[in-house]
């Protein structure tokens, strides 16, 4: 499995304490805020800007930014691999 | 007269219903206390795993009442169950790891942030039961029986047909609950005064 990916897993699985999920549970492609995906709500989404900073040194600070890049874990893998190029 | 129809008590250690153990903690699993309780109880609500210690035991409790009167939901409409709660250490528990996460860790938690208020525990078990009943947290000095009766009396006399009431004592590891359910039309139980309310919360 790719790096990047199965790390954001992890993060987001101790970050947003979703001790029921393993990292195999989540599709690269699931959408991270639909109940089919894995169900995240507005605190987790103020959870994932801080995960970004925290591990990544990535500050979101466009709103509409952080809605396209936070839809799956591909979105948020291509989000932060374009800001380390 | 009302009734209280359950009760629970749980400590660091142990958890018991109407005055019998339901659980004791085993020393030997790597899970804490309440995650023991909450896979005991068999309930699939992973927003637990989210909820602070307040709110988990708040949850756990409500959980171990329903157990008792598995009709409660049934027997009342959404809006006749009142919530009425209590403790001296306010949401301190979640305060300080909320002050740990931005002092030594520099990144603040949103998802602690929320539980630094006390009464956020009546939402998440308003939540989980659609409850939209009256509801209320008291931060007191002390255990005050007599809070619970008067208050509990008069949400009783005006409108609420059941009180489920408790005390939430949570701070540091420090465990001190005891949850009762008051009905007001039911014909058995205990006696629901000041002698009884301390009696039976035992602390």
Same mark, same amino acid.
């Given at each position: 499995?790719?790096?990047?990916?199965?790390?954001?897993?992890?993060?987001?699985?101790?970050?947003?304490?979703?001790?029921?999920? #393993? *990292?195999?549970?989540?599709?690269?492609?699931?959408?991270? @805020?639909?109940?089919?995906?894995?169900?995240? /709500?507005? =605190?987790?989404?103020?959870?994932?800007?801080?995960?970004?900073?925290?591990?990544?040194?990535? #500050? *979101?600070?466009?709103?509409?930014?952080?809605?396209?890049? @936070?839809?799956?874990?591909?979105?948020?893998? /291509?989000? =932060?691999?374009?800001?380390?190029? | 007269?009302?009734?209280?129809?359950?009760?629970?008590?749980?400590?660091?250690?142990?958890?018991?219903?109407?005055?019998?153990?339901?659980?004791?903690?085993?020393?030997?699993?790597?899970?804490?206390?309440?995650?023991?309780?909450?896979?005991?109880?068999?309930?699939?609500?992973?927003?637990?795993?989210?909820?602070?210690?307040?709110?988990?035991?708040?949850?756990?409790?409500?959980?171990?009442?329903?157990?008792?009167?598995?009709?409660?939901?049934?027997?009342?409409?959404?809006?006749?169950?009142?919530?009425?709660?209590?403790?001296?250490?306010?949401?301190?528990?979640?305060?300080?790891?909320?002050?740990?996460?931005?002092?030594?860790?520099?990144?603040?938690?949103?998802?602690?942030?929320?539980?630094?208020?006390?009464?956020?525990?009546?939402?998440?078990?308003?939540?989980?039961?659609?409850?939209?009943?009256?509801?209320?947290?008291?931060?007191?000095?002390?255990?005050?029986?007599?809070?619970?009766?008067?208050?509990?009396?008069?949400?009783?006399?005006?409108?609420?047909?059941?009180?489920?009431?408790?005390?939430?004592?949570?701070?540091?590891?420090?465990?001190?609950?005891?949850?009762?359910?008051?009905?007001?039309?039911?014909?058995?139980?205990?006696?629901?005064?000041?002698?009884?309310?301390?009696?039976?919360?035992?602390?």
């Amino acid at each position: 499995m790719d790096t990047l990916r199965e790390e954001l897993k992890k993060h987001i699985i101790e970050e947003l304490n979703l001790e029921d999920l #393993q *990292v195999s549970d989540i599709d690269d492609d699931a959408l991270l @805020f639909s109940d089919e995906g894995i169900g995240l /709500d507005s =605190i987790d989404a103020l959870e994932l800007i801080v995960l970004m900073e925290k591990y990544y040194g990535i #500050q *979101v600070t466009n709103p509409g930014e952080g809605k396209v890049a @936070f839809l799956s874990i591909n979105s948020m893998a /291509d989000y =932060i691999e374009k800001r380390r190029a | 007269m009302s009734f209280i129809t359950a009760y629970c008590h749980l400590n660091e250690n142990s958890c018991s219903v109407n005055g019998k153990i339901f659980l004791q903690k085993s020393l030997e699993s790597t899970e804490s206390w309440f995650k023991q309780l909450y896979k005991e109880l068999g309930v699939d609500y992973p927003k637990f795993y989210k909820m602070d210690s307040l709110a988990q035991a708040g949850f756990l409790a409500s959980e171990l009442i329903k157990k008792i009167i598995p009709a409660i939901s049934d027997t009342y409409k959404d809006d006749q169950i009142a919530l009425l709660f209590a403790n001296k250490e306010s949401s301190a528990d979640t305060d300080i790891r909320f002050l740990e996460s931005y002092e030594e860790k520099k990144t603040p938690s949103p998802s602690l942030f929320v539980y630094t208020l006390p009464n956020i525990v009546l939402g998440e078990i308003a939540i989980r039961n659609k409850w939209y009943g009256e509801n209320m947290f008291a931060v007191l000095p002390k255990f005050a029986p007599d809070f619970f009766v008067q208050y509990g009396t008069i949400l009783l006399s005006t409108g609420s047909k059941a009180v489920l009431a408790g005390w939430l004592g949570i701070l540091e590891g420090r465990v001190e609950v005891f949850v009762f359910l008051v009905e007001k039309e039911s014909s058995t139980g205990i006696p629901f005064d000041n002698e009884n309310v301390k009696k039976y919360a035992g602390f």
